[in-house]
């Protein structure tokens, strides 16, 4: 293995793995990513990282899972990384509620394995925790700052709250350099395609293409965060190059709705939105998030970040993407 500084990223072949593997090839870095094995392929958003040629010279990719502990330590004891990226996740809110106890496995104990190993085989290690806005849930004040009490609202809120607090404990009972990141909803045209900016971006271009005449969803009401991967894998670098670990919130502080979204993203292909989107009542959740919108002023002053992809370009990047694919 070279001198190069590594990392190891779980959830690499995800939306926010793949901006990441990225961002620290460019940087220099040795990247190790931990990929599930999959029947069919999972390393799509992972293919312009591996068009670069480095695979096995500066980006390995390691079968593993985030509930086989002995894996976890013996991945950990062999690459003895400099840093960490826990991003791998059950990370689909809707389906939460259908297989809770596979999101806490995954989310809650998997978390918990991952820090137990890094805490055993690389101590040394900074420690990097995907936590999310949705700990938010019905929220205690608005907007969402780092102190904002949790109020969780779905199977994977809650375990997102228990893998938030096994960082902080991690870092206050062993002295580890564990942060959490608080994110708000980011996205991108590597976006799951269950998510509802990627669901309507390829609807609008398939609408568009006259592949199809309607985009069925749920709760147009919801109101989110919405910012730029990216930019926010940026963020996570950031924070685990300061000289002491901390929590942070990462959002743009500006909020829409679901309705607004695919307002916007009709306007981009010039058709009216009322023809198309049909409203289904199996798509609302049994307890919804009604809205979220952050506050990352202490992100801005500490780690100097800030977005700059703004909503209108968002929507229009996921729409152009989906037409382009
Ligand atoms: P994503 O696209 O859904 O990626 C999730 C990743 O986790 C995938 O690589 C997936 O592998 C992997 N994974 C799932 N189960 C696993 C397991 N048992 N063991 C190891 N890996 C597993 O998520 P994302 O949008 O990039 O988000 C990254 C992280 O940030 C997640 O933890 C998410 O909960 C959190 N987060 C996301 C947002 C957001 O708006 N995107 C906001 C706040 C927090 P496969 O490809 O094989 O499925
Ligand atoms: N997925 C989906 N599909 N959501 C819909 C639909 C639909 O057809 N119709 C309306 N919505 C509403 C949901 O009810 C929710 O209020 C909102 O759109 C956003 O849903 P998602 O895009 O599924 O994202 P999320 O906010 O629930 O969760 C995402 O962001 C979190 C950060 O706040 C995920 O990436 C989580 O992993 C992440 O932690």
């Known amino acids: 293995?070279?001198?190069?500084?590594?990392?190891?990223?779980?959830?690499?072949?995800?939306?926010?793995?793949?901006?990441?593997?990225?961002?620290?090839?460019?940087?220099?870095?040795?990247?190790?990513?931990?990929?599930?094995?999959?029947?069919?392929?999972?390393?799509?958003n992972l293919r312009p990282a591996l068009a670069r040629g480095v695979l096995?010279?500066?980006?390995?990719?390691?079968?593993?899972?985030?509930?086989?502990?002995?894996?976890?330590?013996?991945?950990?004891?062999?690459?003895?990384?400099?840093?960490?990226?826990?991003l791998g996740a059950?990370?689909?809110?809707?389906?939460?509620?259908?297989?809770?106890?596979?999101?806490t496995e995954i989310n809650t104990v998997g978390t918990t394995l991952l820090l137990e190993a890094v805490r055993e085989a690389a101590p040394q290690a900074?420690?990097?925790?995907?936590?999310?806005?949705?700990?938010?849930?019905?929220?205690?004040?608005?907007?969402?700052?780092?102190?904002?009490?949790?109020?969780?609202?779905?199977?994977?809120?809650?375990s997102k709250v228990h893998g938030y607090w096994m960082t902080v404990n991690m870092r206050e009972s062993w002295g580890l350099f564990a942060c959490n990141g608080i994110l708000f909803n980011?996205?991108?045209?590597?976006?799951?395609?269950?998510?509802?900016?990627?669901?309507?971006?390829?609807?609008?271009?398939?609408?568009a293409r006259g592949r199809t005449k309607t985009l069925t969803l749920g709760n147009l009401d919801a109101?989110?965060?919405?910012?730029?991967?990216?930019?926010?894998?940026?963020?996570?670098?950031?924070?685990?190059?300061?000289?002491?670990?901390?929590?942070?919130v990462i959002a743009t502080g500006e909020a829409h709705s679901v309705r607004d979204f695919v307002e916007a993203a009709f306007a981009v292909v010039g058709l009216p939105w009322q023809d198309h989107v049909r409203l289904d009542e199996r798509l609302r959740r049994p307890a919804e998030v009604d809205a979220l919108l952050g506050d990352a002023s202490k992100a801005k002053?500490?780690?100097?970040?800030?977005?700059?992809?703004?909503?209108?370009?968002?929507?229009?990047r996921m729409v152009e993407g989906e037409l382009n694919a």
């Not at 040795?30 to 029947?39: D, T």
């Not at 004040?141 to 809120?157: G, K, L, N």
């Not at 500490?302 to 209108?312: D, I, Y």
């Open 223 to 248: 109101r989110r965060d919405w910012g730029y991967a990216p930019e926010y894998v940026e963020a996570m670098w950031r924070m685990l190059q300061c000289a002491e670990p901390d929590d942070y």
């Open 1 to 44: 293995m070279s001198e190069a500084p590594r990392a190891l990223i779980t959830g690499v072949t995800g939306q926010d793995g793949s901006y990441l593997t990225e961002l620290l090839l460019d940087r220099g870095y040795e990247v190790h990513g931990l990929v599930r094995r999959s029947a069919t392929d999972n390393l799509q």
């Open 90 to 103: 059950q990370s689909d809110v809707a389906l939460s509620f259908e297989l809770p106890a596979v999101t």
């Open 301 to 316: 002053e500490k780690l100097g970040w800030a977005p700059t992809v703004r909503f209108e370009e968002l929507v229009r």
């Open 56 to 86: 096995n010279e500066r980006l390995f990719l390691h079968f593993g899972d985030l509930r086989e502990a002995l894996g976890l330590h013996r991945l950990i004891q062999r690459i003895r990384p400099r840093e960490v990226y826990n």
């Open 126 to 158: 900074r420690f990097y925790q995907a936590s999310s806005s949705e700990m938010f849930g019905r929220v205690r004040e608005t907007p969402q700052r780092e102190t904002t009490p949790f109020y969780p609202r779905s199977p994977y809120a809650a």
């Open 186 to 207: 980011h996205e991108s045209p590597r976006r799951g395609e269950r998510f509802v900016t990627r669901k309507i971006a390829r609807g609008v271009a398939d609408i």
